[in-house]
């Protein structure tokens, strides 16, 4: 049965993951009675470290190691220790059907390969136009999020790689961008993959994760937020760090299943102004399944009809923020008055659903 390792002595007590803390962190133990891996597990210090990665979210994010494994119930314990359930039921029933075929990863030196050439890398020079006052906090993300570049005959891309809560890489998105506008351009050879690019693999098995969720780990205490284009996770993660930014790839990608990895997190939403509808249906269902799902209704309130054809999204709001206020220093002016507009704009899902029943369900099954 998985649980958590009961107390014989210290030496059932590691080092922490995320603080570093010595006999401060309890692992969980699989069904054979070896460890799951190494950074499945709780940090005894709750309130300064806060670290946790369950066996449920292990098993959710590498859905191919839960074959066999039964899950017990443990409450005693979970309520002894603060801790919430972490009993898996339907094991089968929630399996993809890629589960036990393996996914394949990106060796971590190909990544490191696309670590430079950043005065090549459209994206990052627009960052740098944009906010030419905050180079060290541009370097900060872009190193947090793994930002890098690719160069070729088709020419230079930026590389958005998504790594897992175990820093493997899953994907890497080659995107290329107009330096001036920061838009994405959109002829044939303007996305790609590193997979591809490299010929890693004909029929690479993608493990699915969001954008950056190898950053959830790191930084336990932070609320979500979710937006869809990686652009947008990394410009909005320079202007409010006061969140972990989400990338979903797609507006359709975006489903409950996907936000259950997430736990019992505060999670917001900030769909792209042609996606409200989809998005809030997703939280709507979320929440009624105990999850804590929150949306933004800023870009649907601010965009116009036109800017919501073209899926205006807080980037691009935070862009325009950016370029009226062209005070020194650059982020400053925009984040306090732009977080508090955008703290008014979120629905409360602990109020009641406002959408009937049948809205909802119509919404649901488009996907
Ligand atoms: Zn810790």
């Known amino acids: 049965m998985v649980g958590l390792e009961k107390y014989h002595g210290t030496k059932s007590r590691h080092t922490c993951p995320s603080c570093n803390s010595k006999n401060d962190f309890t692992r969980f133990i699989g ?10 597990g ?4 709750a309130s300064k470290c806060g670290y946790s990665y369950t066996a449920k979210q292990f098993f959710a994010d590498n859905p191919e190691r839960k074959i066999g ?9 979970a309520k002894s220790k603060g801790i919430s359930n972490y009993a898996l039921t339907n094991t089968n029933a929630s399996q993809p059907p890629e589960a036990g075929k393996g996914f394949d990863y990106i060796a971590p030196e190909h990544l490191k390969t696309t670590f430079g050439s950043y005065e090549n890398n459209s994206f990052v020079l627009f ?4 906010f030419p006052d905050s180079t060290e906090e541009i370097q900060s993300v872009l ?3 793994l930002v890098g570049t690719y160069s070729d005959y088709q020419g230079c891309y930026t590389c958005f790689p998504s790594l897992d809560r175990l820093h493997r890489v899953c994907r890497a998105k080659l ?19 590193l997979v591809r690019k490299l010929k890693l693999k004909e029929d690479f098995n993608y493990k699915q994760v969001f954008f950056g969720e190898h950053l959830l780990t790191r930084f336990p205490d932070k609320p979500i937020a979710v937006v869809e284009a990686e652009k947008t996770a990394i410009i909005a993660s320079l202007c409010m760090p006061q969140f972990v930014w989400l990338g979903s790839n797609s507006k359709q990608w975006l489903k409950v299943e996907r936000l259950e990895r997430l736990g019992k997190r505060q999670v917001i939403l900030f769909p792209d102004a042609d996606g409200f509808e989809q998005w809030q249906a997703v939280a709507t269902d979320a929440n009624r399944q105990g999850l804590t799902v929150r949306v933004s209704t800023l870009i649907e309130t601010l965009a116009t009809d036109e800017q919501k054809k073209e899926g205006y999204d807080i980037a691009d709001y935070l862009i325009e923020q950016a370029r009226v206020a062209r005070v020194q220093p650059v982020l400053q002016p925009i984040v306090e008055p732009v977080v508090a ?5 979120i629905i409360d899902y602990s109020n009641p659903c406002t959408l009937s029943q049948e809205r909802v369900d119509a919404l649901c099954n488009r996907f």
Do not use: H, P, Q
């Open 31 to 40: 069904d054979d009675g070896s460890y799951i891996a190494d950074a499945v």
């Open 143 to 145: 190193k947090m999020y």
């Open 69 to 77: 494994l039964t899950f017990g119930k443990s409450k005693r314990k």
């Open 127 to 130: 960052l740098l136009n944009l």
């Open 42 to 45: 709780i940090c005894n210090r």
């Open 175 to 193: 995107i290329r961008f107009n330096a001036k506008t920061g838009k994405r351009l959109k002829g044939k050879y303007d996305v790609s993959s």
């Open 341 to 345: 507009r955008i703290e008014s704009t």
